[in-house]
């Protein structure tokens, strides 16, 4: 049972586009949900993550969503650049629990 | 640097044989995590320490699996008689906070890739 469903697998954009990527969670006992990029031969690093108390987190090009009663959360990257091209893993978790479940990412390509 | 370290960063064992990784978490870390990483998925959870107290191995595959933090700081993670499914990357994750506070906030390592031939 896949906790943690993550959409589209790759996606490509242009260079000063928006890429958009979709999470949705079973478990409503999750109250934690980061995003973390993923370079090659690097581990995540985490990006931007957000609790469910409020609907929407913004920090500089990158925005979280959230909508508790539909069970899914989205990532915005504004002004998608070069560099941000690299895979993005949605997680979710419990406070206190300890372990994040992960989706299976997606490969981000942004043309110049 | 100050981040999360691990070695070796690449292993090559033959099927059958053990192999050990190790992680080296942010100093002061009390939380350490270890995760595997098949090839084009997202990190699965294996399992989780609070200073040397191993509270959760709900995610070790198998009884060749196991893992260790005697004394709170450095892991080890072992695989004995590795099987061609064990081939992956293994990452290490550390947080500063234990139960109790921001627990969620993990910074991994670079990760070890394990091939099992």
């Known amino acids: 049972q896949q906790q943690v469903k993550q959409s589209p697998q790759s996606l490509i954009v242009q260079k000063g586009g928006i890429s958009i990527i979709n999470c949705a969670y079973e478990?409503?006992?999750?109250?934690?949900f980061p995003w973390y990029q993923q370079f090659p031969g690097k581990g995540p690093a985490l990006l931007i993550a957000?609790?469910?108390?409020?609907s929407e987190k913004k920090e500089g090009r990158f925005t979280i969503s959230f909508n508790k009663s539909a069970k899914q959360f989205s990532l915005h990257i504004m002004d998608s650049q070069p560099g941000d091209s690299a895979t993005y893993f949605c997680?979710?978790?419990?406070?206190?629990?300890?372990?994040?479940?992960f989706g299976d990412g997606t490969t981000l390509t942004v043309k110049p | 640097g100050a981040g999360v370290s691990q070695s070796p960063r690449y292993k090559v064992a033959k099927r059958g044989q053990d192999v050990a990784l190790r992680c080296d978490p942010i100093s002061g870390h009390v939380s350490l995590f270890w995760y595997q990483q098949a090839l084009g998925q997202g990190p699965e959870f294996l399992t989780y320490f609070q200073n040397e107290a191993q509270l959760d191995k709900s995610g070790l595959p198998s009884d060749r699996f196991f893992a260790e933090r005697p004394e709170g700081s450095v892991s080890t993670l072992k695989i004995q008689r590795t099987q061609q499914e064990d081939s992956a990357v293994y990452l290490c994750?550390?947080?500063?906070?234990?139960?109790?506070?921001?627990?969620?906030?993990?910074?991994f390592g670079p990760g070890t890739r394990l091939t099992v031939l």
């Open positions: 957000i609790r469910p108390d409020v």
């Open positions: 478990n409503t006992a999750f109250d934690y």
């Open positions: 997680a979710a978790s419990i406070t206190n629990a300890g372990k994040s479940t």
């Open positions: 994750a550390s947080s500063f906070y234990g139960t109790g506070g921001s627990i969620n906030e993990q910074f």
